[in-house]
């Protein structure tokens, strides 16, 4: 295969990556009738696939849609849930924000655990809060990509499974999915939702989501009917389980040629040269890299001193405040004008007093790549044009 | 450019049709980050060449989100109409029995008119039933590919409007936009819902939707608030203005390179060498085509003799009854041997008495290909070897 993708602008933007030569190629596959087994087959391995990354067996269910990453919120408020059910909302950013703001039109009642910009609530809040009433779900945004803040999903779990065994765990794993550690069996997690086009190395375009166990059985166990057409997974689930069964099913027409890019782009990270545990590795070593430059060059990052101290920042990306004299204006457009895309601040409290670097996928587990030292280097030269001295 | 798509098996299924390299080139697009003028350009060409491929003015609005066809049905209900409004169903196959299914989920009181497999409702049967009661609005399937019964939608639209103008007419346009033609500001069109993946030309993976001025205020002025979130049209149509406006805005992430491969298709059908109106006039000429073929092999079409005497049989795809001592097993799987892959009948009351062949997009447009005469010539051998005599 000879395929090269054509050169572009190197794009390291929480909530972007780079994409492999592989993964565009199997993009652009021909047309295919779904009934083919290349594409029954295709479907029912990136399903099995998206079970190996995400460490579940095969009591749960992964069902893959048409759609985006926090399209995932909606299916799981109107497939598990039930209007007037409590959930309690841990805030690490905008993204945990907007997860409560899509629960309200289903007439869910939310409980918000607040916290600082650049903080989490704290464990002891959390199980506070999971005494003081009792809550059908709780969730968790594990990278919230407008802060750069990493919930301990593996400790918020324990810890409501300890006070709480009856709460479910639902995560948002949109910017942490295949680049941060998220183990479904052993966390006992209930419901995932992620998209393709971050850790998971693929264009965007679908909706992924993992229901664990018991958030199969609320799903059929449900009393009140789902109120949608679309939505619902009782319709779903049965075409994903058929496609597993090497069968065609039929609900509403796959992404056929996402399907593909996510079949090669699961094959590189469960059977590739980098195993699914060394990217997690590689992602750190990357975020500590730049982290380690951010702090080389005097620079604060949003994530607070605390949570940095104690694995509370992402390594999937990091988030850079403006050293003082320097402006949004002097990085971001210049660090573009050389061919780098990194991504501006975007929480609204402080959405121009901070920036955001990526570093996922290709670009941390390719080291010949060259794209981490390629930002640190242009964003070295913009700081120094800027009259930055560290 | 020098990209080729790779050796395929021959599309010619309703549903499924050929795309063309430039097409596929554009969907294997490198990352690109959101704020890109590159990005931004595209995502409004798209909209601006949806609503022309539609004959729609300014005054509508195209929406373009990561889904599916059948999505546009939560889309429509759930924005336009409110629980309890009554909504007339036209039954022309399985397509429109699912739209009235989708209804259900959201309280819509349905009156379905139904029609025999391979008929539809006259419009005297329409101005009636739109006489007996007020519907809010009604629903039309252009092109059912369950039957190949084509809608008369400008006559039932003229019809509603002249014995019932509050009504809003609806269009499912998923195997027709782009195929048939559609004139939503001529004739009076209030809601299109349609799918990337016929004939617009480009992979699946899109929900692509149009409202007119009564829709677009329907959807500001309704009592109700959405019960959705990812569904809710007053967040998805200031993204949309924004991107034409040449502005990104952000609501969930957009399926980047299905919206450059639209780009491109959409290129193709309003700036191509063959004409939007050449488009229409090949679509009927190919139609014509396999229609006199199957007369010729005195062979029997679903679609029943009075329709396809009226204009009433899709120009975009043919049903064929299999002739005596014919079965499925002697034609689909007989042709997929030869690497054309046509459809089996999918209407539950009939599915083992025919199959489908499409001839949408390049098939049709792009005579050197021989796409039609390839289907045609394999399908007369298929029935020889079965035995078949005419």
Redesign the interface.
Known sequence: MS?K??P??L?M?P?????SDEV??A????????M?DEFVSAFGEVLDGLRRVMYASKDSQPVV???????G??LA?LNVLEPGDNVLVLQTGHFSDLWE??????GIKVTKLTAPVGQRPSIEEIKEALKQKKYRAITITQVDTSTGVLSDVKAISAATHEVSPETLVFVDGVCSVGAEELRVDDWGIDFVLT?P?QGLGC?????IILLGPRALKACEERKA????????LKRWIPVMRSFEGGKLAYF???????IFAMQVSLREMLNGPVSLEERFEKTKQASSKVKAFVAEMGMQQLVSEELLRTNGAANSMTTVRYPKGITAADIVPKMAERGV?I?GGIHHTCKDDYFRIGHIGISVTDESRGDVDKVLSNLREVLAEAGYKP
């Open positions: 395929f993708q054509a572009h602008d794009l933007v909530g972007f990556i780079e994409f565009l190629w993009n652009a596959h021909p047309a295919v009738g779904l083919s849609l048409s759609g985006s990453g926090n399209m919120w909606d408020t703001e899509s629960l309200l039109p289903y998209a086009q264009p965007p375009g679908v909706s009917p789902v109120e949608s057409y679309f939505f619902s509403a027409t796959p992404p056929t040629n996402l895309v991504g």
